[in-house]
């Protein structure tokens, strides 16, 4: 499975970016995706999971309500909405796949993973 994170950029305060995750290869193995972050100088955490066989979502509590993970089983097609960002949000995103049907947010724990969108919310 390949993946291909697209869709960041610079950003105000407040402001909304809608991030994209193109998927490829044996993507009915991927059972859930999940969207993580990395700041600088910081580990690669959680954001938010998508699980296709029910459409069951997971968000970090620092992201629920602003953010919503969609998925687009046809256009193997994952999508992370994030509204009301702030400057704390700035991080590299990366779109990461899974294929086991537990939904964990641990990174070690995805298999597949894109290249990372930066991700820069102004103040």
């Known amino acids: 499975v390949q993946l291909q994170a697209c869709g960041g950029g610079l950003v105000q305060a407040g402001g909304s970016l809608r991030l994209s995750c193109a998927a490829s290869?044996?993507?009915?193995?991927?059972?859930?995706m999940g969207w993580f972050r990395q700041a600088p100088g910081k580990e690669r955490e959680f954001v938010a999971a998508?699980?296709?066989?029910?459409?069951?979502?997971y968000y970090a509590d620092s992201v629920k309500g602003r953010f919503t993970i969609s998925r687009e089983n046809a256009k193997n097609m994952v999508y992370l909405q994030m509204n009301s960002l702030k400057p704390e949000d700035t991080a590299v995103y990366y779109c990461?796949?899974?294929?086991?049907?537990?939904?964990?947010?641990?990174?070690?724990?995805?298999?597949?993973w894109g290249q990372g969108t930066l991700v820069t919310v102004s103040s």
């Open positions: 990461a796949g899974d294929g086991s049907l537990t939904v964990r947010t641990t990174p070690t724990a995805y298999r597949y």
């Open positions: 290869g044996r993507t009915a193995s991927t059972y859930v």
């Open positions: 998508n699980r296709w066989t029910d459409g069951s979502t």
